[in-house]
């Protein structure tokens, strides 16, 4: 049976009810009440007409009522149509129908609703175009609304089960809500598309319907944020080590050229690195050279001199500028111990003119009585 003979019922209705494809997104079939809501002669008129959707929450809720139609549920929803750009505020109840061709429909009743107030209007139709996720919780856990960006992030599941990696969020969420605080904190969420990072804010709201206190909850997307801090620090890191890389230049003896600040984070970042390698190779001499340094904190050098020697190593500091000289006698820091040169060269001269354990004269000569 053909569209216009399953829904021949319809055209003495004074309901609106109208069929639309959203594969074609236009109106197929329409009863005279349904011409009238939407301001149309005919509907040859209403057919030709282009009805995509234009935003990106017109798409979402687009998407959504197909899957709930698909799985064989209604959709009922009070939404604006701007039939001729003029906006008109129906009750909507959707429902599957299947088109002549196979495919599937949307058969749409409207129910036009008069003295709306324009101030609510304006903040529901906000609410529903807004990428911000907003949802109004029970205290029982229940989900009582969810705008469009909501649904598209987690569908329409009945309690906030699922929504956050850490399982545990939900109840200290609510609870701090029944406790009259504001909720606040950077969670990963578990999306319909996957893991993201979200800012969550919850706080106390009075649900209109019942009176009863619900948790009225926020979400704002932080995953670029967090993709460029992470890269930022990345970078960071890669231009510190750059900056103060280890060398090895000679038979256990390891050369840090340090070009930049020395300041007491990077300082500590160094001395690990560092006394890692002297462990791991070693070492037994470590070249310190400042030539490059602009500014460097008497206290934290001392202390990885420090470090270096009791590791067994020889410190040697090469390059320190005549202000870096100052500093360190202002601050009373003492280089007792510590072989200081006046560049890097002179440095690696000095550790290849050490006499190796293992080619100590002596100790030839012992091994070979």
Not at 90 to 106: E, H, N, P
Not at 107 to 125: S, Y
Not at 204 to 216: N, Q, V
Not at 351 to 369: I, Y
Request: proline share 4%; hydrophobic share 45%; net charge negative.
């Amino acid at each position: 049976m053909l569209l216009d003979e399953r829904l021949a019922g319809t055209r003495l209705l004074t309901t609106a009810v109208w069929v639309f494809s959203l594969d074609q997104h236009r109106i197929l079939w329409a009863n005279p009440a349904a011409l009238v809501l939407w301001r149309a002669a005919s509907i040859e008129e209403l057919s030709a007409r282009d009805l995509s959707f234009r935003s990106e929450a017109g798409r979402t809720r687009a998407e959504l009522i197909h899957d709930t139609l698909v799985r064989g549920r209604l959709w009922k929803e009070e939404l604006t149509l701007y039939p001729r750009d003029v906006p008109v505020r129906v009750q909507m109840t959707i429902t599957r129908i299947d088109l002549d061709d196979g495919k599937m429909g949307w058969i749409c009743e409207g129910h036009e609703k008069v003295d709306i107030d324009p101030h609510q209007l304006r903040g529901v139709e906000a609410l529903k175009h807004t990428s911000v996720l907003v949802a109004v919780v029970a205290t029982s856990g229940e989900v009582l609304m969810r705008n469009y960006a909501t649904q598209q992030a987690f569908g329409d599941g009945e309690t906030m089960e699922g929504w956050f990696v850490d399982a545990t969020i939900p109840a200290t969420l609510l609870r701090a809500v029944e406790e009259g605080q504001v909720f606040r904190a950077e969670v990963e969420v578990i999306t319909l598309e996957g893991p993201r990072f979200h800012g969550v804010e919850a706080r106390a709201s009075l649900d209109p319907a019942t009176g009863a206190i619900t948790a009225l909850i926020q979400q704002y997307d932080l995953t670029q944020r967090r993709e460029r801090d992470a890269l930022i620090e990345q970078q960071r890191q890669e231009i510190l080590a750059l900056s103060a890389p280890i060398l090895e230049v000679g038979h256990r003896t390891l050369a840090v050229p340090i070009v930049g600040q020395l300041d007491r984070g990077r300082g500590a970042q160094l001395t690990e690195a560092l006394l890692t390698r002297v462990v791991e190779q070693q070492a037994e001499s470590v070249i310190l050279d400042l030539t490059g340094a602009m500014e460097v904190t008497p206290a934290d050098l001392l202390a990885l001199l420090r470090a270096l020697t009791l590791l067994g190593a020889r410190p040697i500091v090469t390059g320190i500028h005549p202000s870096m000289a100052r500093e360190l006698i202002t601050s009373e820091g003492s280089l007792e111990g510590v072989h200081v040169l006046r560049n890097l060269r002179q440095g690696i001269a000095a550790c290849a003119a050490q006499p190796r354990p293992d080619r100590d004269p002596e100790r030839t000569r012992g091994a070979m009585r």
